[in-house]
């Protein structure tokens, strides 16, 4: 069967490698990825799955799922795109459409492979080789709204027996690291408006409250934990400056390794808030548009993932793609990924410095970074914490390649980003394959979840009384949804 599984992604490659292409093109924002979730809907009607749309309140959020036998797998995919990285398949910067959102995390990989894993593994139960029941979850909103925490809060993970997950990388690994717990909040002021050269005295200026918040914040980070992060933009500051602004507003993201740790740092944020508005005589208010949990292990599950890369091995790529890649790292930052070392784990690091001279990495990584946590946040956790879950990653770009930037945009549309994710298809689909076999993987996993959730357990960032931001976000993205 696993070559058979193997063989099936290969010579079906082409209808996946498409539909990345096409949600790569389509580069739709969280919470608006109507034609790339359309796509993946059509995908597994197509295939012969049972498709609901617009669950959890998430007009693009979908799950399709086949067979009604134990056990659950869930397989998890995303599609949405980043805004302000538009980029044309190029190894210089030249955007497709200037300002225009781009593809700068490889999510058109990431649910194009979960796709193939889904599909290949319906076409075996239907053939009655294995037993269970495969959903694909079709997440949105990722990057910007938390939209597997919403997907979580309305109890649509309830019946999985486990779930896996991966992510395009540069590098060939199982993700055993923890990642930030996170809250994702927006301060908006309201002042008073005054001529500021005629009468200034009579205006109350909802941007210095902003100003004075953000300077506070900044005093602040002296003051948390080490691992601790607090980073804004201002998203609105006034009209004229002629015009005392009467409102004004500033886009937090507080993280932390644990979500209580969050907390702790947010409720001194809203002080800091309070006083801005305190010394300006301004009103504050509050919009939390979202949070995302920490990662809770599952090492049953990695080591299953591990097993399974191994046994596929790393991504191979061409001459064209080395050529590619060799013009693409002239524009990297200088000393990035000797940078980018020093935020390894301490074990792992000898394993990443064999490679800053390389174009790509050729080989899978032993697991690493257990008990570590890493610096970006995923909304991946809230799932970990629900039901067993372990992610891995796939090389589908330049090592060193930046995250979230115009040079990862260029790879996820080219045969570089195809190449990674038609492995990590293959890894997703002959793991949930042993799960099916093999029924003392998933007790065996299933047990070390349950023993961890009684010691801590699961906590949802989302309060009852939330719904999702849409508004919000149509709002600050309405030049581009």
């Not at 395009?168 to 005054?194: C, E, H, S």
């Amino acid at each position: 069967m696993v070559i058979e599984i193997q063989k099936w992604i290969e010579d079906n490659k082409e209808q996946f490698i498409q539909i990345s292409n096409e949600v790569w093109q389509y580069a739709e924002l969280g919470l608006f990825e109507t034609k790339s979730s359309t796509l993946h809907a059509k995908i597994l009607e197509e295939a012969g799955f049972q498709v609901t749309k617009g669950v959890a309140g998430l007009p693009t959020a979908i799950i399709g799922t086949y067979g009604n036998e134990d056990p659950v797998i869930g397989i998890l995919g995303e599609y949405d795109a980043l805004p302000g990285l538009s980029q044309q398949i190029k190894p210089v910067k030249e955007p497709v459409v200037e300002g225009a959102p781009g593809q700068g995390c490889g999510h058109n990989l990431y649910g194009a492979a979960c796709l193939a894993a889904c599909i290949v593994i319906k076409n075996k139960i239907e053939l009655g080789e294995l037993k269970g029941t495969i959903r694909y979850y079709g997440c949105p909103a990722e990057e910007n709204a938390d939209g597997k925490g919403w997907m979580v809060k309305a109890n649509l993970f309830d019946d999985v027996d486990i779930s896996l997950t991966w992510h395009p990388w540069d590098m060939n690994y199982v993700l055993a690291t923890n990642f930030q717990a996170i809250y994702n909040v927006v301060f908006q002021f309201k002042g008073r408006t005054a001529h500021a050269a005629a009468d200034p005295f009579n205006g109350r200026s909802a941007l210095d409250a902003v100003e004075l918040m953000n300077v506070g914040c900044n005093y602040l980070r002296e003051h948390i934990i080490s691992d601790g992060r607090i980073h804004y933009v201002i998203t609105q500051g006034g009209e004229a400056p002629n015009i005392v602004p009467d409102k004004a507003e500033v886009w937090y993201f507080v993280r932390a390794p644990l979500l209580e740790q969050v907390e702790e740092i947010y409720s001194r944020v809203i002080k800091v808030a309070e006083g801005a508005a305190m010394m300006t005589e301004t009103e504050v208010k509050t919009v939390f548009l979202g949070g995302a949990a920490n990662m809770l292990p599952n090492t049953t599950l990695e080591d299953l993932l591990q097993e399974k890369m191994e046994d596929i091995g790393p991504p191979v790529f061409s001459d064209e793609d080395r050529l590619f890649a060799h013009e693409l790292k002239k524009s990297f930052p200088e000393k990035y990924f000797e940078n980018l070392i020093s935020t390894i784990p301490q074990d792992g690091k000898p394993h990443f410095e064999r490679f800053k001279n390389k174009d790509f990495c050729d080989e899978i990584l032993p697991i690493f970074g257990r008990g570590v946590t890493q610096g970006g946040s995923t909304d991946v956790g809230d799932v970990s914490w629900v039901t067993p879950l372990a992610q891995f990653a796939t090389a589908c770009a330049a090592i060193g390649t930046p995250g979230h930037s115009w040079q990862l945009v260029s790879q996820a549309g080219m045969h570089i980003g195809h190449t990674g994710m038609l492995q990590a298809a293959k890894v997703l689909a002959l793991a949930t394959a042993e799960l099916m076999q093999n029924p003392e993987v998933v007790k065996k996993a299933q047990q070390e979840f349950e023993n961890q959730i009684k010691i801590t357990p699961y906590s949802c960032p989302l309060s009852d009384d939330l719904v999702p931001p849409i508004e919000y976000y149509r709002r600050i993205y309405n030049k581009h949804v």
